[in-house]
């Protein structure tokens, strides 16, 4: 796939996601009548008592009640954690993950491992996050990335990456099921790499559910034409406000090559909002 090409599939992703949300959008409540003046009110009348507020749609969203909203498996969604939380998440028991949402729609994200071999080359990533739309069934998002490695050696770069991704759920802010498409490019000229996927995520219960995704590695450039791949993963989630747990599997492999092993996946997260 070209640039060009891939600029016209998430230019019509988002197309679709803006008129499913303006399809979507829930309806305005009218306001209620103003309440009688004390000159038509007898004075022998019981005093109307007072509405109770509605709750927020945003504070029943699933953002709220799910730690792991933000992703699918590796897949990120077009969602951010609440405004004010930190949080710490293990991926592969290694690979560790810190980070704070900003506000309520920007998230800044730092992901790192040990040193790895004998040159201690340790892997870093610095992510940045920003829902550009949020509407109660669906949202999208632009994320911004520099990921690289230091070492004792030669090994020292970073590179940038940009992307972005949809996000459909139903029914309005509860998420029982979200659909997300996402895709991210590196920035490395004729080595240029696009990697994306589309997840799906079905809610059993509060804490209960089902995860599916499938991600494809797809060169841009001359020189990173052996670099393309697919991988598919399923599993399950155990997630809550403040913590969860995903368990699966993955299976990545290219078209020609043997079937690869399936390979164990394990993320948990931690927060605190």
């Known amino acids: 796939m070209r640039p060009g090409g891939l600029a016209v599939v998430l230019g019509a992703i988002t197309g679709v996601a803006l008129a499913f949300a303006s399809r979507s959008r829930a309806p305005t409540v009218p306001a209620d009548p103003p309440a ?21 749609p945003n504070r029943n969203s699933r953002r709220f009640r799910d730690a792991h909203h933000d992703r699918v498996l590796l897949l990120p969604t077009a969602e951010t954690h609440p405004k004010g939380t930190f949080y710490a998440s293990s991926l592969e028991i290694v690979l560790l993950q810190v980070g704070y949402a900003v506000s309520d729609t920007t998230q800044l994200t730092f992901t790192g491992a040990p040193p790895l071999g004998a040159d201690l080359v340790v892997p870093l990533d610095l992510s940045l996050k920003s ?12 994320m911004g990335s520099a990921t690289g490695a230091v070492g004792s050696g030669d090994v020292n770069g970073f590179v940038g990456r940009a992307g972005g991704a949809v996000t459909l759920c139903q029914p309005a802010w509860l998420c ?3 659909l997300t498409f996402a895709t991210n490019v590196t920035l490395i000229g004729p080595g240029t790499l696009a990697l994306g996927g589309v997840g799906l995520v079905y809610h059993f219960d509060s804490l209960f559910a089902f995860l599916a995704e499938a991600d494809t590695a797809v060169p841009l450039g001359p020189q990173s034409g052996e670099a393309n791949g697919v991988g598919v993963g399923a599993g399950i989630r155990f997630s809550g406000r403040d913590a969860g747990l995903d368990l699966g599997v993955f299976r990545f492999g290219k078209a020609g ?17």
Do not use: M
């Open 36 to 56: 009688p003046s004390s000159a038509t009110t007898s004075p022998h009348s019981p005093p109307s008592p007072s509405p109770s507020p509605s709750p927020s």
């Open 131 to 142: 829902v550009v739309l949020r509407e109660p069934t669906v949202s999208v998002a632009l």
């Open 176 to 178: 029982k099921l979200s």
């Open 257 to 273: 090559e043997p079937l690869p092993p399936l390979l164990p996946f394990i993320a948990a997260t931690w927060r605190t909002h």
